[in-house]
């Protein structure tokens, strides 16, 4: 799997849009980017995947550069809900495989109210 | 539809025990993994089970055992427990065939060793 980069940690304003950024510079064509967080003691939730156009959903939006090396996942309106770890995950199509995911350090995004 | 379930949800035990969790899928998931989160390794993969078959595991001793049922519920097993054991143990369902690694995560069974 391709390695990714994530800052340790950000602040954003409640209200405010979080961007995340992730790094990954050594992703094949056929890894899709996952983005995924994980709230204090609790188990990791899935937010939302790409290949390489840009995705929306009821949670976040991702977007992934035209090269494909990096990608944003954007919340538009951050609430204190919103604090967590989120982690950065690159990965082949496995719909018929059992692989696990590699989750890195990940990014704590702190809402500050 | 019910989420990842997990029993129990805490549980403590001395070293050299023996230690079984359990995990219920979402309904019509085939697919269950286990993960193990420590603060010092982060989420580590440990294995998946598909219809009652081991397909992958993670780098973990032999000591970590695991098995699905029929009605894809899953246990793992942690024997001769040490205290490096202590960890947040999550479980994941999938669908089998799902095009991509979406992935539902139960609340986990914290474990501590003592």
């Known amino acids: 799997d391709a390695k990714t980069t994530q800052p340790t940690s950000m602040d954003c304003a409640e209200g405010r849009a979080a961007n995340l950024p992730c790094n990954h510079s050594t992703i094949s064509g056929n890894e899709y980017v996952y983005w995924y967080r994980q709230i204090h003691s609790q188990g990791p939730q899935y937010i939302i995947h790409g290949l390489k156009n840009n995705e929306t959903n009821e949670m976040a939006s991702l977007i992934i550069t035209e090269d494909r090396k990096s990608s944003t996942l954007i919340l538009p309106h951050a609430t204190l809900r919103d604090t967590a770890v989120y982690y950065c995950i690159v990965r082949a199509y496995s719909g018929g495989g059992a692989d696990g995911l590699t989750f890195g350090k990940g990014t704590h995004l702190i809402i500050q109210p | ?114």
């Not at chain 2, 942690?78 to 139960?106: H, K, M, P, W």
């Open chain 2, 1 to 114: 539809k019910a989420g990842v379930t997990q029993t129990p949800r805490y549980l403590i035990k001395t070293r050299g025990q023996q230690v079984t969790l359990s995990c219920s899928p979402i309904s019509g998931h085939r697919s269950v993994s286990w993960y193990q989160q420590t603060p010092g390794q982060g989420l580590q993969f440990l294995f998946e089970y598909f219809s009652e078959t081991q397909r992958n595991k993670g780098n973990f001793p032999g000591r970590f055992s695991g098995r699905q049922f029929s009605n894809s519920r899953s246990e793992m097993n942690v024997s001769t427990l040490e205290l490096g054991d202590s960890a947040l143990y999550l479980c994941a369902s999938r669908l089998y065939s799902a095009i991509y690694n979406e992935q539902f995560f139960g609340p986990g069974t914290r474990l501590t060793v003592l």
